[in-house]
């Protein structure tokens, strides 16, 4: 067997102070991820990401492998003067992110004032009612919108950096920590906003309204300030955009794909990185060594955020899919981690997984596979 690199990128969310952590060591070999063993690394108070690099030198004869293992925490990794660029980039994108999620959480919608409307067509009051209360609903809901498409250039520069010669994904995920520190946060956020998103039909309602109202408006030849922020064209992009079950997740998987579709570099640069990620959040999750060890239910959701997001990335980009035999990622595994959590939490990622990927229902697709999501 020739020599192989593997790097173990774990996104260890806080671990309580003073215990010592056993990190996991994989090996991507062929179509699956085995586990190798276990190693001890220094006690401390992890937070949020750990990177842990091996080097795997193969002797040909012996059933072995020798490893040298290097450890850096990327918490408060800082970019390179190689990736400053980039993450000035990607920063000014992320340090928006809370605000979107915060504003989503906010959202309350017209449903009430909608209905009295409808139910009274000749009330002109309740009508200007409703469209002024659908109006600045609209306007929050472009942000969120126009956030989707900051977030997919952030991505997109990302996987240029990430998977970028001369070095293998593995070397990168090792040197430009800043950036794989943002590309997880990407993810995490995605997967939060969709989560929040699916629990507020409200959107689509009010979105649907505003449509109505301002094609029968237009038709009465009504001027509209509003459409000078929402024109024509935008809403008919901002209702593609909502009427999907995980939006943010779609806008990134297409992304993705046509990363992949328009670049010269080869797929497996993408896919192995996506692979890995996957591999790992799944171990963590699935070891109670270590999920016992997090000091919060928001870290386990942390890596089980990111765990589906790179499957569904990785099925959109991969010819055969997340969920074929000749898989890098266990779906198998993957799945049932999710199905141990608790039934509210994993609803949202479970959802994704089925309305997001591309492949779920493909012949290929192993019957046990698809019945665990049905």
């Known amino acids: 067997m020739s020599g192989r690199g593997l790097t173990r990128l774990l996104f260890f969310p806080r671990l309580h102070g003073g215990v010592r952590a056993e990190s996991v060591v994989l090996c991507s070999c062929g179509a699956r991820t085995e586990l190798l063993g276990l190693v001890k690394v220094l006690p401390s108070a992890f937070s949020c990401f750990k990177l842990l690099s091996r080097e795997t030198y193969w002797d040909k004869g012996k059933s072995g492998c020798y490893n040298y293992l290097r450890s850096s925490n990327i918490e408060d990794a800082q970019p390179t003067e190689q990736e400053r660029e980039v993450w000035n980039q990607v ?54 919108y126009s956030f989707s498409l900051r977030l997919e250039e952030a991505l997109r520069s990302l996987l240029e950096s990430l998977t970028c010669p001369p070095l293998t994904p593995t070397q990168h995920l090792e040197r430009e920590q800043a950036l794989a520190k943002q590309f997880a946060e990407i993810l995490h956020f995605t997967l939060r906003f969709d989560e929040l998103k699916m629990r507020i039909p409200a959107i689509q309602n009010d979105f649907s309204y505003y449509r109505r109202t301002i094609s029968r408006n237009r038709i009465n030849n009504m001027n509209l300030d509003i459409e000078s922020e929402v024109n024509n064209e935008m809403a008919n992009r901002m209702s593609l955009f909502y009427a999907e079950a995980t939006p943010m997740l779609k806008t990134l998987s297409t992304a993705t794909t046509h990363f992949t579709e328009n670049n010269t570099l080869p797929l497996e640069n ?8 996957a591999s790992v959040c799944k171990v963590m999750l699935e070891t109670p060594e270590y999920s016992s060890r997090f000091s919060s239910e928001d870290t386990l959701l942390f890596c089980m955020r990111v765990m589906v997001g790179v499957i569904i990335l990785y099925d959109h980009v991969h010819p055969n899919g997340a969920f074929n035999r000749s898989s890098k990622i266990d779906m198998k595994g993957c799945i049932k981690v999710l199905k141990d959590q608790p039934a509210d939490n994993v609803e949202g990622l479970l959802n994704a997984l089925k309305f997001t990927t591309k492949h779920l229902n493909d012949e290929s697709t192993p019957k046990n596979i698809r019945a665990m999501l049905q």
């Open 270 to 277: 993408t896919t192995d990185c996506l692979s890995t990620m």
């Open 91 to 144: 920063n000014s994108v992320l340090q928006d992110s809370e605000n979107i999620l915060s504003g989503l959480q906010a959202y309350k919608g017209a449903g009430q004032e909608i209905r009295d409307a409808i139910q009274n067509p000749s009330d002109l009051m309740l009508q200007e009612r409703a469209w002024n209360s659908v109006c600045p609903l609209v306007i929050k809901l472009k942000k969120f």
